[in-house]
């Protein structure tokens, strides 16, 4: 039972338009969220997170969104570059201490075309 | 910092075979976490360890999946006997609080 589902599993963008990448959840006591970037055959890398405080948080070209009541957030890249091109996991746990453990969706592997 | 270390990247084997993944964390980081990626599965979680101690393990497979941290800087994911449906790439990451810090990985193939 996939309590992180990320429904589509691939996205191409054109260079500098927006990605928008989607993710739900079934878990209320989830409260926080992370975005990972995750190239060939490396491991996922920190890209941005969110606490269920917050709906949005932004980091330069990245914005993670949170609509609690929809249980659903959203990952936008804007402008996308090709360098964006990757698999995007998104994940969810019960607080931020570490206590937890991160619960991840399926991914979702975005290609952005020059 | 040099990072979670997983040695090796490649592992192939046999069915039956014993297979060890070996992972050292980022130091000071408390937590370990034993991660596999499939295409059906994705990201899912086998076992966690705080300071050392197993703190949840119910994600691991079956029996024949074992994994130990004998102190803060090591700890082994071993499959005994491996089957070929165990074919996945292995993370290991590690945490201090926050967000999780991976490995690049051991891709395991059993024939």
């Known amino acids: 039972d996939q309590q992180v589902k990320q429904n589509s599993p691939s996205l191409s963008v054109q260079e500098g338009r927006i990605s928008i990448l989607n993710c739900d959840y079934t878990?209320?006591?989830?409260?926080?969220f992370l975005w990972y970037k995750k190239y060939p055959a490396e491991g996922p890398t920190f890209l941005i997170s969110?606490?269920?405080?917050?709906d949005k948080n932004e980091d330069g070209r990245f914005t993670v969104f949170l609509n609690k009541s929809a249980k659903h957030l959203s990952l936008h890249i804007v402008p996308s570059q090709p360098g964006d091109s990757a698999v995007y996991f998104c994940a969810a746990r019960r607080g931020n201490s570490g206590n937890t453990p991160l619960v991840f969706g399926k991914g979702t592997r975005l290609s952005v075309i020059a | 910092d040099a990072g979670v270390i997983q040695s090796p990247r490649h592992e192939v084997t046999e069915m039956g075979q014993e297979v060890t993944l070996r992972c050292k964390p980022i130091?000071?980081?408390?937590?370990l976490f034993w991660y596999r990626q499939t295409m059906m599965r994705g990201l899912e979680l086998l076992i966690y360890?705080?300071?050392?101690?197993?703190?949840?393990d119910s994600g691991m497979p079956e029996d024949r999946f074992s994994a130990k941290m004998p102190n803060a800087s090591f700890s082994t994911l071993k499959i005994q006997p491996s089957e070929p449906r165990d074919s996945a790439v292995y993370f290991c990451?590690?945490?201090?609080?926050?967000?999780?810090?991976f490995g690049n990985g051991t891709r395991l193939t059993v024939t």
């Open positions: 130091s000071g980081h408390d937590y």
């Open positions: 878990n209320s006591m989830f409260d926080y």
């Open positions: 969110i606490s269920s405080i917050k």
């Open positions: 360890f705080n300071n050392n101690v197993p703190i949840d």
């Open positions: 990451a590690s945490s201090a609080r926050g967000a999780l810090h």
